[in-house]
């Protein structure tokens, strides 16, 4: 996470109360802000939180405060970065290539792999890296990049937001690895986008244009099937259900229940969805446009 992220992160958040940016570092945050901690929270059954019977700390309010209470319902796996759009170093890589790759990305922490891109052995930091460059008197040569880089940490991706919140203040981590349920890496997910969930998006002067996102001069969208639900909302204010899939892709199989051909389209949620690329059984591009009248699937 870069510093600017956390100085817009720490503004937001100030603006509920000082307390508020001072639960980040030494307290944890929802106890700060009028909220049980989550131990105490998981003594409300999953039908007294839908039902709102919890705290009412957690149901009243507005702003980051009352943005915490939709923590405990989402899981990282809804802001993940997916792992088909992680970006990673191979551990085996001559040293130069490894450095060569962290100062090109706008990122801090990326994994390490080795033999696969799902074999994750570590995570590199950026500074880790250049001040083991400099002890070395910048001999590429004498550089161990897998000794360098830190143990993953992995993360499973049921874990609620509110949990993982906690985990990363109590470890003070920034950047997790996301597991499914056999242990393979889905994703990756960092303490911004959790923080984000709560202030919106954190900018700085690394960020790119949402990756995979084209507007066109007709007013329509061209989208990779990958690209995520949540991105595609936040960026473009629109309010796409995320509760059944993850991508875009993802949203349009499930609405039609099929993996449709090229050029098929179909209408829902407000919107007007055209296949425009298939690779084999994956949607790879899809044209969004709005549309007016009654939703429906066609």
Wanted: avoid cysteine.
């Amino acid at each position: 996470m870069t510093d600017a992220a956390w100085i817009a992160a720490s503004a937001l958040l100030g603006a509920a109360s000082v307390a508020v940016l001072a639960a980040i570092f030494r307290v944890p945050l929802l106890r700060r802000l009028g909220y049980a901690p989550a131990v105490e929270a998981d003594r409300h059954s999953p039908d007294d939180r839908r039902n709102g019977s919890a705290e009412p700390a957690a149901r009243e309010g507005h702003g980051p405060a009352a943005q915490l209470g939709s923590l405990q319902e989402l899981e990282v796996s809804d802001v993940m970065v997916h792992r088909t759009k992680m970006r990673g170093i191979n551990a085996d890589s001559p040293p130069e290539a490894v450095v060569r790759e962290i100062l090109q990305s706008p990122h801090t922490r990326m994994p390490l792999w080795r033999d696969s891109v799902e074999n994750i052995v570590g995570v590199l930091h950026a500074k880790d890296l250049l001040r083991a460059l400099n002890e070395v008197g910048n001999d590429f040569s004498k550089i161990d990049v897998a000794r360098i880089a830190t143990k993953p940490w992995f993360v499973p991706d049921t874990t609620s937001l509110q949990d993982q919140l906690n985990a990363f203040l109590k470890r003070k981590a920034h950047f997790a690895l996301v597991v499914d349920e056999y242990g393979e890496v889905e994703g990756l997910v960092t303490l911004e986008d959790i923080l984000e969930e709560i202030v919106g998006d954190i900018a700085d002067e690394h960020d790119l244009a949402i990756e995979g996102v084209r507007q066109e001069s007709d007013g329509s969208v061209v989208v990779d099937g990958t690209v995520p639900i949540r991105d595609l909302n936040r960026v473009l204010g629109w309010t796409l259900p995320d509760e059944e899939a993850t991508t875009i892709a993802g949203l349009v199989i499930h609405e039609t229940q099929s993996i449709p051909d090229e050029r098929q389209a179909f209408t829902f949620h407000g919107k007007r969805f055209l296949v425009m690329k298939r690779d084999k059984n994956r949607i790879a591009r899809i044209r969004i446009r709005p549309v007016t009248g009654p939703e429906q699937i066609s």
